[in-house]
């Protein structure tokens, strides 16, 4: 699905990213993890195409990322960001609608189709009582579930999402990743994603890259990727790593 290839890059001048190179299966869940300024979200943007590496390869489906038109490259990866949709006076179902443009030709309107495809994606995601509601009548959390929403009516096969439980309490923090993970399930989604939270990167990821100072630590599960050890040198803190209680992935407890 996406082969990540010795990629170096600078934004402004300044070394981001240092030879870091990893796959992604199809239909998996690939977190990002590591301390701020470790070159997370500068990762993220290149494999959206927004920045092109200074060396090294992209590819997404064996094609490297930045040979896509935008407008193809938008009918298969949606990206969604930390800061979610702007507080404007659009309707939900509008906003939804826009994830519905990358499919249309220059000039066209929305069919049918279109238009039943959002009503289906605002009852899956429990929005459709929001319906006629404008984005700056909602919550944090009600605004970044419609940003779901809108990128699951793109249809992408791949979903790039940063930091999207940031702001979140901790009961929106599940219900939106328990959504994303339900779509993935259902419909063979691959998800790169970047969290700060390494508890639910543990819980919601099959794959996970530590990143320090622009180069990857470890490749990993859960398991072999939050140690003590590791984490300790990383984030420069003392960790207690424990199994969780049901699903036996590490959990990491903060000393004091």
Same mark, same amino acid.
């Given at each position: 699905?996406?082969?990540?290839?010795?990629?170096?890059?600078?934004?402004?001048?300044?070394?981001?990213?240092? &030879?870091?190179?990893?796959?992604?299966?199809?239909?998996?869940?690939?977190?990002?993890?590591?301390?701020?300024?470790?070159?997370?979200?500068?990762?993220?943007?290149?494999?959206?195409?927004?920045?092109?590496?200074?060396?090294?390869?992209?590819?997404?489906?064996?094609?490297? =990322?930045?040979?896509?038109?935008?407008?193809?490259?938008?009918?298969?990866?949606? @990206?969604?960001? &930390?800061?979610?949709?702007?507080?404007?006076?659009?309707?939900?179902?509008?906003?939804?609608?826009?994830?519905?443009?990358?499919?249309?030709?220059?000039?066209?309107?929305?069919?049918?189709?279109?238009?039943?495809? @959002?009503?289906?994606?605002?009852?899956?995601?429990?929005?459709?009582?929001?319906?006629?509601?404008?984005?700056? !009548?909602?919550?944090?959390?009600?605004?970044?579930?419609?940003?779901?929403?809108?990128?699951?009516? &793109?249809?992408?096969?791949?979903?790039?999402?940063?930091?999207?439980?940031?702001?979140?309490?901790?009961?929106?923090?599940?219900?939106?990743?328990?959504?994303?993970? !339900?779509?993935?399930?259902?419909?063979?989604?691959?998800?790169?994603?970047?969290?700060?939270?390494?508890?639910?990167?543990?819980?919601?990821?099959?794959?996970?890259?530590?990143?320090?100072?622009?180069? =990857?630590?470890?490749?990993?599960?859960?398991?072999?990727?939050?140690?003590?050890?590791?984490?300790?040198? @990383?984030?420069?803190?003392?960790?207690?790593?424990?199994?969780?209680?049901?699903?036996?992935?590490?959990?990491?407890?903060?000393?004091?």
């Amino acid at each position: 699905m996406l082969q990540v290839e010795s990629v170096f890059q600078n934004v402004n001048g300044k070394p981001i990213l240092d &030879q870091v190179s990893f796959h992604v299966k199809k239909g998996s869940c690939f977190g990002i993890i590591g301390p701020n300024g470790s070159g997370k979200t500068t990762l993220l943007k290149s494999i959206s195409g927004y920045y092109r590496p200074v060396s090294g390869t992209i590819r997404f489906q064996g094609k490297e =990322v930045h040979e896509f038109s935008r407008k193809k490259l938008a009918q298969k990866m949606a @990206v969604l960001s &930390q800061e979610s949709l702007p507080n404007y006076p659009i309707t939900v179902f509008d906003t939804v609608l826009m994830g519905r443009y990358p499919h249309l030709k220059w000039y066209q309107r929305e069919g049918k189709k279109d238009l039943e495809k @959002v009503d289906e994606i605002l009852e899956l995601t429990s929005l459709t009582h929001l319906r006629e509601q404008t984005l700056d !009548t909602l919550s944090g959390g009600e605004r970044q579930r419609v940003a779901i929403a809108k990128a699951m009516a &793109q249809e992408p096969e791949l979903l790039l999402l940063d930091e999207p439980t940031t702001y979140l309490d901790i009961g929106h923090q599940i219900s939106l990743l328990k959504l994303v993970k !339900t779509w993935q399930n259902e419909s063979g989604l691959t998800v790169i994603m970047v969290l700060h939270d390494l508890n639910l990167a543990s819980q919601f990821c099959d794959q996970l890259l530590l990143l320090h100072q622009g180069k =990857v630590v470890k490749i990993g599960s859960s398991k072999e990727v939050i140690k003590k050890d590791m984490l300790e040198k @990383v984030y420069e803190t003392i960790p207690e790593i424990i199994p969780h209680p049901k699903t036996d992935v590490p959990q990491v407890i903060l000393g004091i």
